[in-house]
């Protein structure tokens, strides 16, 4: 078995498609103002949003893992982040580009009014995640707040790594206070605020890659999230804890139909509010009956599917391959 293959962790491909699709379908039936009435419908699809507390919990985990099995170095720090630019970066771009070209149609054809600032500022602070410390811009498609917030997490891993793998106990003590302690200032827009929600992925890698003591796993998980449920809506804590059951006790586990999602679950992370959202959102004041409803939410969901597949293979694959190319073990 290859150290590749033996590294892999197929049931988180499972999971990201989940995560995905809960926040894509989040948007699709609790966002389009007006469009679903039912109240019961929209708490029912309301807790789709906290599939991005999914994505933060796989990230904490699997973004060490790789440092870790790739042999991550402190002297790798600035090819560590030029990887994950070439991971994201590509489709990324290509999704704002792609939010500039709707906004612009939907005023020019369809005559609505977005009310959207198109400067140059505004496009160029998209580039480097910006868009949060700047409070009179918004960001251009609704998803990107939690890439800044990834974003973020990269430059603390980063420089976080090798003292976590390499310090002793009371070090690891000072960090756990330390992300609770955090958590308090800021906002949700950036990463302090959510880093409990990370330390439960960072925590499952330490207990993987054998770095630290079971009970010291299980002790410092319990706490960390029961202060997740002091902080965050308990709805959330479904999608907090799934992971990390997943991850220790189903890891080799392929979900028909998900696993191969999960390829692709950035791309419709990305584009699912561009291209299934304005679908929906330009019909939805001509479709009144419940059943034509429901199907112009699953076409949407469809065109999404498609849509986010060829963004994959045009784009989100080749750069997912060129990042892989790059090793740590050159410098």
């Not at 679903?36 to 929209?42: A, D, F, H, L």
């Not at 906290?50 to 790789?66: D, T």
């Not at 982040?81 to 020019?108: G, M, Q």
């Not at 890659?209 to 479904?238: H, N, P, T």
Request: hydrophobic share 55%; glycine share 6%.
């Amino acid at each position: 078995m290859s150290a590749e293959h033996k590294n892999n962790i197929p049931v988180l491909d499972s999971l990201r498609a989940f995560a995905a699709l809960s926040v894509c379908l989040f948007h699709y039936v609790c966002t389009t103002t007006g469009f679903i009435q039912g109240e019961g419908v929209k708490d029912l699809f309301s807790i789709g949003i906290y599939g991005v507390q999914l994505f933060f919990v796989i990230s904490g985990f699997v973004i060490p893992w790789a440092m870790y099995n790739a042999g991550f170095r402190f002297s790798n720090f600035f090819r560590f982040l030029f990887k994950r630019l070439l991971r994201l970066e590509p489709p990324y771009i290509v999704s704002v580009l792609l939010a500039l070209f709707i906004l612009y149609a939907k005023e020019k054809f369809f005559g609505m009014q977005t009310g959207g600032d198109l400067s140059y500022q505004r496009i160029l602070l998209h580039l480097g995640y910006l868009i949060p410390f700047f409070e009179q811009y918004e960001w251009l498609n609704t998803v990107y707040w939690t890439l800044a917030v990834e974003f973020q997490y990269y430059l603390l891993i980063a420089l976080l790594f090798i003292p976590l793998i390499r310090m002793g106990l009371m070090f690891r003590v000072f960090v756990y206070a330390g992300i609770i302690a955090a958590s308090f200032i800021g906002g949700k827009p950036f990463l302090p605020y959510w880093l409990p929600v990370f330390m439960l992925g960072i925590l499952l890698f330490l207990f993987k890659s054998k770095r630290i003591a079971d009970k010291e796993y299980y002790i410092v998980s319990v706490l960390m999230f029961g202060f997740c449920a002091y902080k965050y809506e308990l709805a959330s804590l479904v999608y907090i804890i799934i992971p990390v059951i997943a991850v220790l006790y189903f890891s080799q586990y392929k979900i028909k139909g998900l696993h191969f999602l999960g390829k692709t679950s950035y791309s419709i992370y990305l584009i699912h509010p561009l291209i299934g959202g304005t679908f929906i959102n330009i019909l939805s004041h001509s479709v009144h009956h419940p059943l034509m409803k429901a199907a112009l939410i699953l076409a949407g969901v469809i065109i999404t599917l498609v849509s986010a597949y060829i963004m994959y293979l045009l784009v989100e694959k080749p750069s997912k391959k060129l990042s892989a190319s790059i090793s740590y073990k050159l410098s």
